[in-house]
Every structure is written in C-alpha cells, then in structure tokens.
C-alpha cells in the first residue's frame, strides 16, 4: 500500500518510522513533512488546512490508498470527512468526533453529563459573569480557552489576581484569538505526590467499539530543568509511566475509556483513530486533564518504537471497524526522548542554523523543525529534533539519548537535561 501522512512534526515522522516497518507499505508519502520524513516519505507540498487543495490532491493521485491524518488542526476542520468523500480511507476521527480535542467546553460537558471523573469545571462565554464566578469561587483556579491555541490556551491561577488577570488575557485581550471566545474554569486539581501531579498520557486506539490502551507515557512541558519556565509543546517524554499498574490500567479502562466511547457514540460522534487521554492521579482516583484527538508530541516517539504490531495493520483494523480482531504487542523495556531545542523556545528564535550530527549509538533522530537547504540540514523550527533512545530500564534508555544528543549541535541549542528523571525515585 501507499500511505500519505499529514503534518510536518515529530509526532508524523515517528508515525512514518513506525509504518516503514509494515511489509505491507510500499511507498510513504508526508504532507508537507520536514528533513527527516523526505529521507523515508516523498515529502508533498500541498496546505493540509486547505481542505480544497487536499482534495483535489487526494484525486490527481489514485495511487494513494490509505490517509494518515496526525495534526488537530486539520482534524478539527474536517480533512478526514474531505478525504472521505472522495473516496479515500483515513485514520482519524471525523469532525463531529475531532470536537472532543477542539472544544473544551464540548469535552467538559461530555465528562460531567456521563459521570466521566475529571475536575469541576464551569463554562462562559460572558466576561462579566465569568468574573463573578472567578471571584466567588477565589484561587487556585484553572482557566483554558475553549478552542485549539497550540497547547498554550491553559493558565494555572494560584491567586485570584492571577485569575483576574488570566480571564482578562483569554476573554478580553484574546490572547489565544478566537479560541478564548468561550473559557472552562476548572477547581485545580491536585496529584498525590508531585506538584501540579502526577500526569501520564494514555493513547489509544479505539474503533468506536473497542478501546486499547497504548503503553504508557510522561511529557515534560515546562521549558526549563525541574520543570521551571514556560509552558512548551513539549520538551520530552519516557515510556512507561513508572507509577502505572495494572489496577489502574482497569480503573481507567472502566471509569474513563470505556466510557468516553460510549459517550462519544451515544452524542451520534462515534470516535475513530487515537484518543489520547491525559490523566492525573488524585487522591479521588485518576482523572481527566484533557482529551487530545491524535497521537501526543513527543508521546508518539516514545510509544510507537515500543510496538511490536504492524501499525498499519492496526490503522486499517480501525478504519474497518474490527480493532477487537487484532493483537496489539509491545516491547518490554524502555524508551525516551530528549528534544532538542533552539535557544530561545517557546518564544522567538532563529531558524537556518546547520546541524552537525556525530555518533548517535543506537539512538534514532526523530526530526520536527528540520529542513534541507543546500543540502544541508538545518533548523527550521523551536523544537528541531528528538533523540530517541530505547534500553531495557528507563536508566539506560536515558543514557543512550542523552550521550546522543550530546553530539548534536548547532549554535544556541538547548535541551532539558532531567527528561525522565523526575519519576526515578518515585
Ligand atoms: P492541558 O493543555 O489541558 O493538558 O493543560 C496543561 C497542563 O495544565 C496539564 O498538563 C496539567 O499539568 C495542568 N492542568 C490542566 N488542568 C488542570 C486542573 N484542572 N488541575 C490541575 N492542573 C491542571
Ligand atoms: N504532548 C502533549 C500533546 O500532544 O498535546
């Protein structure tokens, strides 16, 4: 089979290194992709948020069998229905599906109307009456625009003038743009041992009437060692979460998954493709974050070489809608990956900077803002590349990214150098 990606990240080149692996894919393609995907795809240079374009595309190329669409944007505008009325088949969920990403407000009704376990939340689209809300409930509160703002639309308020301050920022300045026309203020959620908590991302393929579990992850999305400064689209991630059990594998399947697709589809929004569950532990069990349509970045990197199933095999299960005939495997171990940033990140920063690249060992580079000019590998974005290391504890894992990612280069990198670490003595 042929296999167009969309997206142009990490998380797509991680989904093509996986699909390289199928004995059934042929050729890859990635719309529009980045250095490292045109090593393994043929990079396409078509607006995936054009849905027209993306169209016309999909028909002047019949020999494209099967869509991979991994962004939330053009999730959220409905490129997998465009694909599939012109007859191509897709993995990912359909627009009236892709909401429960794109809207909070959406998500947080849906959890409360089927008793889905996550903070208390209420929502506005009126700013004065936000405010009173803001004021009668005090700090510490949690405000998130209501739409898709890159992963920054959330502030965590731990007094009443940062809530103040925050509400006037989303609603009023429109900071985040249209996505703050409406706001979710949520009761701040505490984790059992960590300040903000203990957080693992769950990914998982579900088919509308089955939902697997992917193996388990940890982001770190703050810019800075120790979890200090900014707020990123993350700075690295490990696999598997070290305070997963089986128990709580159940609990989540019973109390969350299970009922968000049957949540899904009883709303007439039947949920196909990877539905990412961000979770918190509390000391009321585990809890809803957010609920992501896709794949995470960097999740991806770190999951996706820990499975020992062809994806494609199970991309297609999904589409078909026999996820429950199939066996998902993974590999025993662990894996991380250390994103390699440039200086500057999450604000401005300089792009066109060559890369030099030196021994990896066994790691792979996993690129995100890379591009080729002159032949040369250059940075083209904020996060650049993530060095991919798998050993058989997290411990070894680490090493072998972090003795990787030590002989990359360009002028003004940096890398959080605790990726994984937070959790080892946990
Ligand atoms: P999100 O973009 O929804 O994942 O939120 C970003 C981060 O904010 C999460 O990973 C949590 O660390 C934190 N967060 C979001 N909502 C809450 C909440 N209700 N209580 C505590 N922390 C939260
Ligand atoms: N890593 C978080 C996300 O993909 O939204």
């Avoid at 009704?109 to 939340?121: C, D, F, R, S, V």
Wanted: aromatic letters at 8%.
């Amino acid at each position: 089979m042929n296999v167009l990606v969309i997206g142009n990240g990490g998380r797509e080149h991680a989904i093509l290194l996986a699909l390289k692996k199928s004995k059934r894919v042929e050729k890859l393609y990635c719309m529009k992709g980045n250095a490292g995907t045109a090593e393994i795809a043929e990079n396409v240079d078509v607006d995936y948020m054009n849905a027209e374009a993306v169209k016309k595309f999909a028909l002047e190329h019949p020999e494209i069998d099967y869509y991979v669409v991994a962004p939330d944007d053009p999730l959220a505008i409905g490129i997998v229905d465009e694909l599939e009325s012109v007859g191509k088949r897709c993995f990912g969920p359909r627009k009236n599906a892709a909401i429960i990403e794109a809207s909070k407000a959406f998500s947080k009704n849906l959890m409360h109307k089927y008793g889905i376990p996550t903070a208390e939340a209420r929502t506005f689209d009126d700013y004065d009456k936000a405010l009173s809300y803001v004021r009668e409930k005090g700090a510490p509160l949690v405000l998130k625009a209501d739409g898709l703002a890159l992963g920054k639309g959330v502030l965590i308020c731990d007094t009443l003038k940062q809530a103040e301050e925050g509400l006037k920022e989303i609603m009023l300045d429109k900071s985040f743009g249209q996505a703050g026309n409406v706001v979710v203020i949520e009761e701040k959620m505490q984790g059992l041992k960590y300040n903000p908590g203990e957080e693992v991302s769950v990914l998982a393929f579900t088919d509308g009437k089955a939902i697997v579990p992917m193996i388990t992850s940890c982001d770190h999305k703050r810019a800075g060692d120790g979890d200090e400064g900014l707020n990123t689209g993350g700075m690295g991630t490990f696999s598997p979460c070290p305070f997963w059990t089986e128990e709580l594998e159940k609990e989540v399947l019973e109390k969350i998954m299970i009922p968000t697709m049957n949540a899904m589809n009883a709303e007439g929004r039947t949920f196909k493709g990877c539905l990412y569950f961000g979770l918190m532990r509390t000391d009321k069990g585990m809890k809803v974050v957010e609920y992501n349509s896709r794949f995470g970045d960097p999740e991806t990197q770190v999951v996706l070489p820990m499975l020992k199933t062809d994806l494609l095999d199970i991309f297609e299960a999904v589409t078909d809608e026999r996820l429950s005939d199939i066996k998902i495997e993974w590999e025993s171990g662990a894996c991380v990956c250390v994103v390699l940033a440039s200086g500057g990140y999450p604000l401005s920063y300089a792009k066109g900077k060559e890369i030099t690249v030196g021994d990896l060992g066994d790691a792979v580079l996993v690129h995100a803002g890379t591009a080729l000019k002159d032949g040369k590998l250059v940075t083209n974005g904020g996060r650049v590349l993530g060095v991919v290391a798998k050993g058989k504890n997290l411990e070894e894992a680490r090493l072998k990214a972090y003795n990787a990612a030590e002989n990359v280069s360009w002028e003004n990198m940096h890398y959080r150098k605790d990726i994984g670490i937070k959790y080892r003595k946990g």
